[in-house]
């Protein structure tokens, strides 16, 4: 069955790193775009980065531009969220979404910024 498990999450100080993972199967990997969501408590679920199928495209919000890197490895079925700089403000479920034929979710990590 399909599957997207995110790892990597935790809690981290102010200006820290972290690394999410997001690891597939069930699916043609290398043929889905893939992207990171999150969503804060209270607000709306939103786009933090997507990568396409080749990983030869990026694109990123605002509000991560230059701190948070996405990658894909086709060969190992997994997208990362490097993300640096970190602020209290990213404190959120993160959440990796898979589109082509069909959308997947995964179940989310949670990534907390806090001294």
């Known amino acids: 069955q399909v599957q997207l498990v995110e790892s990597g999450g935790g809690l981290v100080q102010p200006g820290g790193s972290l690394r999410l993972s997001c690891a597939a199967s069930?699916?043609?990997?290398?043929?889905?775009?893939m992207s990171w969501y999150r969503q804060a408590p209270g607000k709306e679920r939103e786009l933090v980065a997507g990568i396409t199928s080749t990983g030869g495209s990026t694109n990123y919000a605002d509000s991560v531009k230059g701190r948070f890197t996405i990658s894909r490895d086709n060969a190992k079925n997994t997208v990362y969220l490097q993300m640096n700089s970190l602020k209290p403000e990213d404190t959120a479920v993160y959440y990796c979404?898979?589109?082509?034929?069909?959308?997947?979710w995964g179940q989310g990590t949670q990534v907390t910024v806090s001294s």
């Open positions: 979404k898979a589109v082509f034929r069909y959308r997947y």
């Open positions: 069930g699916f043609t990997f290398s043929s889905y775009a």
